[in-house]
């Protein structure tokens, strides 16, 4: 179970961390086993090395990242956001905008052991 307000906390402390790449904070979020699934259809990132790596990989290739919780929800022990980010490709210098949906499932201690998110990035604005 957790309240709203936490709820949010823990949404803050997680946008935070990926804007900064924080690899300790961001892990920090997650139960030592946590199912991270950035993809539907695809394998979840288990565990602190997996998570930690994934975010350090993103780190190579994004900068000036913003994360924006829009709205969040509380159902028992499971927080629904919708949400927002954009970021700065290193290579390309392009602006990416982004749209997402997550559902996050927290252990009785405050940390997330079930990550899904679903998102979808703008179309091209440069036709």
Known sequence: MIDYAPAGDWLAAYGAARETFDGDGWVALFTDDAEYHEDPFGAPLVGHNALRAYLLEAATSQRDVEFTVERHWVSGAT????????????????????????????????????????????????G
């Open 79 to 126: 927080v629904l956001a919708a949400w927002h980010a954009t970021f700065v490709r290193r290579a390309s210098g392009r602006l990416v905008r982004i749209a997402g949906f997550l559902t996050a499932e927290v252990a009785p201690d405050g940390r997330v052991s079930r990550f899904r998110e679903w998102w979808q990035v703008a179309p091209d604005e440069e």
